[in-house]
């Protein structure tokens, strides 16, 4: 009878350990309705579109809304689609120019940005504006620019009687110019980011590193760029992917029967023509899953690169 007693839990501590139970399973369940209409948004308006474009890669669609599933015949005619080649040459090009370069640029001015001058917060603002600027807003403005005729850049250029280039009718430079434009639009909200990371840098580092004597470059590179790799890490995926879904500058500032627009055009400009100018959605949700395995795949492969140069304290 007294090893009964001994191994039988006390009344009260049985209690609280379903008291405990059954406040647990409540906390899941009302956690479980907070995020219910987020994962039902998810569910409708992102997975079940992936669904249906992956399912409409596998089909022909007609005139007047009908398809017929037509197996892999549009990933077939993607191996001697010499317009999709260019379209991910151009797609290329874009990403090594304005990642790297957008990147580097940003780090620039939000270290500038940090120091103590005067009217830093009215730099800070200006740097941001683009951002909070609608892009087809920014398109036309820097179309006006670009004019070859009556533009303001061409104008300054004649000034000092050189005759300038014709930005974005020109096959040899319009992709070039337009990203020019996608850095400079760029380059705000990425300086927001790094801004917000210098911020959070312990000063007693610097402090140290001067004590040792390390100068301004040493430092930036001992210190600050080590630290500051999450959010490098974090601004390169993000802009790596946004340069592979660029459509709206170059839809806004090519005109889509210009000689240049071949040499222009992105992979997302080429699924924008065929699923709504020559409603061949069949290629171009075969277009958009193919784009989608590209972003993932190299978005795995930065996952696993960063373990080799991203630091975290």
């Given amino acids: 009878m007294s090893e009964i007693q001994l191994t039988t839990e006390p009344k009260p501590k049985r209690q609280a350990k379903r008291y405990y139970k059954t406040k647990k399973r409540s906390d899941y369940l009302w956690a479980y309705c907070m995020l219910a209409p987020t994962m039902i948004g998810l569910l409708i308006f992102y997975f079940w579109p ?21 197996g892999v015949e549009n990933y077939v005619r993607m191996l001697t689609d010499s317009e999709l ?9 874009y990403i090594v120019l304005t990642v790297p370069i957008g990147i580097f640029l940003s780090i620039l001015v939000a270290v500038l940005l940090n120091q103590k001058i005067k009217g830093r917060s009215v730099y800070r603002t200006l740097y941001f ?3 909070i600027t609608m892009p087809a807003a920014i398109a036309m403005v820097w179309k006006w620019l670009y004019n070859s005729d009556f533009g303001l850049i061409n104008y300054i250029l004649s000034l000092f009687h050189i005759k300038g280039p014709s930005w974005i009718t020109n096959p040899d430079i319009a992709l070039y110019s337009i990203i020019i434009v996608a850095i400079w639009s760029g380059v705000g ?3 927001v980011i790094f801004l917000s990371g210098l911020q959070n840098i312990p000063q007693t580092y610097y402090e140290a590193a001067k004590i040792d004597g390390a100068g301004p470059v040493r430092t930036f590179f001992s210190i600050t760029m080590p630290l500051l790799s999450p959010i490098i890490f974090f601004v390169s995926i993000m802009s790596l992917i946004g340069a592979f879904q660029v459509f709206d500058l170059i839809f806004m500032m090519v005109s889509s029967n210009s000689v240049t627009i071949e040499k222009t055009q992105s992979i997302v400009y080429l699924f924008y023509q065929h699923a709504f100018v020559l409603n061949d959605k069949g290629y171009a949700a075969a277009i958009a899953v193919l784009l989608l395995v590209m972003i993932l795949i190299v978005t795995v492969i930065q996952m696993m690169l960063q373990k080799k140069w991203v630091h975290y304290e």
């Avoid at 080649?85 to 090009?93: D, E, P």
């Fill in 50 to 70: 992936i669904l249906q474009t992956i399912y409409f890669s596998f089909t022909e669609w007609g005139a007047f809304g009908t398809f017929e599933w037509i």
């Fill in 129 to 131: 504006l683009p951002v």
């Fill in 85 to 93: 080649g260019q379209a991910f040459r151009n797609t290329f090009i």
């Fill in 189 to 191: 909200y990425n300086m």
